[in-house]
C-alpha cells in the first residue's frame, strides 16, 4: 500500500469535524511553504541582478537573441 494511500485510509477513520480541520491546516502550510518558495526565489532572482547576471531588454529583443 502507497503512503498516500495509507494516508487516505488515516484521514478517511477521522470525524468529519476533523477532516475538515485537517484540510484547512494542509491547504494554511501549503500557501506557506508556496510563499516561502516564492521568497527565496526572489532573494536568487535579487542576488543574481546585483551580480550582474541577468540581461534587461524586451521581448523582440529576446527573440533577436535567440535567433528568430
Do not use: C, H, N, W
Amino acid at each position: 500500500m502507497s503512503r498516500l494511500q495509507r494516508a487516505l485510509d488515516a484521514v478517511e477513520s477521522l470525524p468529519p469535524e476533523e477532516q475538515m480541520m485537517l484540510f484547512e491546516i494542509a491547504r494554511r502550510r501549503l500557501i506557506e511553504q508556496r510563499r516561502a518558495d516564492l521568497a527565496e526565489e526572489i532573494a536568487t532572482a535579487r542576488r543574481a541582478y546585483r551580480q550582474g547576471q541577468v540581461k534587461r531588454g524586451t521581448a523582440a529583443d529576446l527573440m533577436a537573441e535567440l535567433g528568430e
